[in-house]
Every structure is written in structure tokens, then in C-alpha cells.
């Protein structure tokens, strides 16, 4: 038998990215292994949106080499936001051990490479999936390498999208997130230029499907009708992704964010006052080119007053060809260290209220699967919840009381004896 093998990090275009690999592997007959070591193709799927990314990356390409040594009959193929046309020479020099580079999301180019090596192998589709609705990106974030990698926006039209959310709803998947690095710009390059909220209507349509998600939103492109869309459509869950990036104007002109902190402040009131109990996750990036002890207590201070949900935070990270690799990278990383762990500590803190106000209340969560003797799912605000039980809940929606809550997940126990028509 032929067994491959993925590798993933970075954002969840990648894991959609991935996802759409193996499915398509195990079209060609190839069996999924966990294992780099037993597999014939191994894949990785590679980020450089920070240095520390792209290292993680050559960390793992280095560790590959010797059994691409020991068994050079076995396919290496590297996909994702390292393989762009300047770096493609350079790395084929350092790792002449790879068989094949992929740019972005080229799952076809594998294909093609492969070939067919046997009987399709069936696919188990997980119960929560990332489904790409427009690839690449439009915006002039100044520290941004993402954009140069993935290119133009383009959107999948509403068909395509719709086919492929029916069809994995047919293979048992209960809850589809859209994904895009601007998912709410969606639409504008399509003919009739269709918007988000308007996918969101036909998406909501498809039988069988329990909830709808979508990510990452740009603050300039969160219309009132996409809110109005997310209160008004019971399948869209009420949680909303939206970086805010520095809690400064100053700095965040020179991101080329275009907004103004408090522009951005009455688009969540906005959110708020018509999204009853919405959960709002945003990302910050510390110690961008010249920022002060001042502009960093505006983050600071923004994550204390909006008490986020969730809070990615990044320390700054130059990275070559965007506009900001030009400014002098002026602070040290024990400086951007220690904001970075401030900012941490007080989300940990805010997190760890807001979940706790949940105790003792029921919430419905989706099971996705079983995890060191728990079950594993979410809320509809995205929060993750573990609970014991015999029973298999996968796939459904359990009652759970919340017994235990900390920053980031949270425990209980079952409001209900038997899984529905279990
Ligand atoms: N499209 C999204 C948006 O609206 O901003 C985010 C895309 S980006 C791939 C994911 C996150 O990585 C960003 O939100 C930002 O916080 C962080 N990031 C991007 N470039 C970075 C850099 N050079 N250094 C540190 N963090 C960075
Ligand atoms: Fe990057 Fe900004 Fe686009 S963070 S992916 S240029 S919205």
C-alpha cells in the first residue's frame, strides 16, 4: 500500500489547502499515515507569515532530508506561501532534495505529478470544515508578505461554493466555515457582484448543514447588511473575526490599515448593539517599526475596554519585499517579548471573566471529536468545551452545563442522557 503523509501550519486556508490534498490522495489510492517515516508522498504545507514560521519550515525540511537519503524513491512536495517565483531558485539550491514546489493552494499540480496509484480510499470528512471562498488579497498592509505571496483577490462564484458546501454536507460535515484574508470583500470581482451576506443567505438554504462561519473580516468591509446577515440567519453563528492589528492611528497609518481606532471602536458597537452575546476575536501585532511606549498602551488599552473574546497576538516581524522590511526594525526583541506577554496576560485574564460568567449555564455544543477520554466540540461563540460521556456524540449537538471555565476551553457535563437518536 501507498500511504502519504501532511504537514500543516500557518492560517486556515492551509488547513483548507490540506484538506482538499487528501481528499485528493486518497482519490489516487493513496492511505493516510500520521507517521513522515512510513509515508510514500509527504507534503508540507508552509507559512512565512513571521520569521518564526518560515524557520519552524526549514526546521522541518532539514529533519526530511535524511530519509529522502535513506528512501529517495519517496515524493517530497513543499506547497503553500514559501514557494513563490523570486524564492523558488534560492530554495531549490538549499533543499535540492525536493521533488516538487507548490505555490498557494496548487493541490492540481500534485495531482498532475502523482497520478493514480490504486482504488480510491474513502475519506472521513470531519464535522466542522474550512471551505475557501476567495483566494489571494487586495489590501496594502505595509507588513504583510501574505498578499505578495497569494496574490489577487478572486472569488469562487456562489455556485462553486454552494456545490461544494452541498456535497460535504452529503459526506456528513454539519458546519462549513468560509475562509478568505478579506472574506468580507467577497463578490466584488464576480459578475452581478454578489456580497458576502448574500452568500451567506444561499449557503444558509443547503438541508442538513447546522452552522455557518466565515473568516478573517477587514474592518472597511463589514457592511451593515453582513451584520444584519450574521442577527438575522439562525444558521450563522454569532462570532466575528476582526483584527484591529495596533490600538494607535499613528501606527496604524503607517500598517496602511485605513481606519481610525475609533472608527473601528463604533464598528463593534454597531456589532454588538445588533448581535445579542456575539463573541469577538481580533489580531494585534506588537513592536511594529518605531512604536512607542504610548502607542503600545493604545493596544493596551483597546483590548482592556473592548474585552475580546479571543486576542492572536504577534510580535512584529519584518519580512522581505513589504513595505515596512524598509523601516528600521528598531525594537528589541526582549522589548516586543515583554509587550507581547503584557498583552497576553491581560487577555488571559479578560478571557478567563467572560468564560466564567458562563458557569452553570447550558450551551449547545457541536461535537467534533474524542480527545483523551472527552469529547471535544464548540459553542456557537466558537468557544471550546470538553465533556465526559459513553455515548458517541460526534456529529451532534450536545446540552452541556458549564462546570469549569478557564481562558481558553472549558469543561461540563451533559443536560441530556442519550445523543439525539442515538
Ligand atoms: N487578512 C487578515 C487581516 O484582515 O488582517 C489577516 C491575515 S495575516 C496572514 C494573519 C495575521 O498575522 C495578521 O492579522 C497579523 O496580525 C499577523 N501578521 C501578518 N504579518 C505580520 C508580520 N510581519 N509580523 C507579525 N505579525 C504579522
Ligand atoms: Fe495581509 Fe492585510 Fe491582506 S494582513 S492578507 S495584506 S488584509
Given at each position: ?10 492560517c ?57 537519503e535513506?528512501?529517495?524513491?519517496i ?51 470531519p ?33 462553486e ?81 476582526l ?26 458597537a ?7 452575546g456575539?463573541?469577538l ?6 513592536g ?16 482592556e ?48 471573566e ?69
Amino acid at each position: 500500500m501507498t500511504h502519504y503523509y501532511i504537514w500543516t501550519i500557518g492560517c486556515q486556508m492551509n488547513d483548507a489547502d490540506s484538506r482538499r490534498a487528501a481528499e485528493e490522495l486518497q482519490r489516487l489510492g493513496y492511505l493516510p499515515t500520521p507517521r513522515a517515516e512510513e509515508a510514500d508522498v509527504v507534503l508540507l504545507n508552509t507559512c512565512v507569515v513571521r520569521q518564526k514560521a518560515e524557520d519552524k519550515v526549514y526546521g522541518r525540511l532539514s529533519s526530511l532530508k535524511p530519509l529522502k537519503e535513506r528512501r529517495p524513491e519517496i515524493t517530497l512536495a513543499v506547497m503553500g506561501c514559501l514557494v513563490a517565483p523570486e524564492t523558488r531558485r534560492d530554495l531549490g539550491r538549499r533543499f535540492p532534495y525536493v521533488d516538487l514546489w507548490l505555490p498557494p493552494s496548487e493541490v492540481k499540480g500534485l495531482v498532475e505529478f502523482l497520478g493514480k496509484r490504486g482504488e480510491p480510499v474513502p475519506f472521513t470528512y470531519p464535522v466542522s470544515a474550512y471551505v475557501p471562498v476567495v483566494t489571494g488579497c487586495d489590501q496594502y498592509c505595509t507588513y504583510c508578505i501574505v498578499r505578495l505571496r497569494r496574490g489577487r483577490e478572486r472569488s469562487r462564484p456562489m455556485k462553486e461554493v454552494l456545490e461544494e458546501v452541498r456535497c460535504l454536507v452529503e459526506r456528513g460535515v454539519q458546519e462549513v466555515t468560509l475562509v478568505g484574508q478579506i472574506v468580507d470583500s467577497y463578490g466584488h470581482d464576480l459578475p452581478g457582484q454578489p456580497t458576502l451576506a448574500d452568500l451567506l443567505g444561499e449557503v444558509h438554504e443547503v438541508e442538513g448543514l447546522w452552522r455557518i462561519r466565515f473568516l478573517t473580516s477587514h474592518p472597511n468591509f463589514m457592511t451593515d447588511g453582513l451584520v444584519e446577515a450574521v442577527a438575522s440567519l439562525p444558521k450563522v453563528c454569532e462570532h466575528i473575526e476582526l483584527p484591529v492589528q495596533a490600538g494607535d492611528d499613528r501606527i496604524l497609518k503607517r500598517m496602511g490599515r485605513r481606519y481610525t481606532v475609533s472608527q473601528y471602536r463604533s464598528l463593534l458597537a454597531k456589532i454588538r448593539g445588533r448581535i445579542p452575546g456575539v463573541s469577538l476575536a481580533t489580531d494585534v501585532i506588537v513592536g511594529f517599526p518605531g512604536e512607542t511606549e504610548e502607542e503600545f498602551k493604545g493596544t493596551y488599552r483597546i483590548l482592556e475596554e473592548e474585552r475580546f473574546d479571543v486576542v492572536h497576538v504577534a510580535a512584529y516581524s519584518p519580512r522581505p519585499a513589504t513595505p515596512a522590511a524598509r523601516l528600521p526594525d528598531d525594537l528589541p526583541p526582549e522589548e516586543k517579548e515583554r509587550r507581547r506577554r503584557a498583552l497576553e496576560k491581560l487577555q488571559a485574564n479578560i478571557a478567563e471573566e467572560i468564560n466564567q460568567a458562563l458557569l452553570g449555564e447550558t450551551l449547545e455544543i457541536l461535537v467534533e471529536e474524542r480527545r483523551k477520554g472527552k469529547w471535544k466540540g464548540r459553542t456557537r461563540t466558537n468557544k471550546l468545551v470538553f465533556f465526559p460521556d459513553d455515548n458517541d456524540w460526534r456529529g451532534k449537538l450536545a446540552p452541556v452545563q458549564i462546570t469549569w471555565a478557564g481562558p481558553w476551553s472549558m469543561q461540563g457535563h451533559l443536560n441530556a442522557p442519550t445523543p439525539p437518536g442515538g
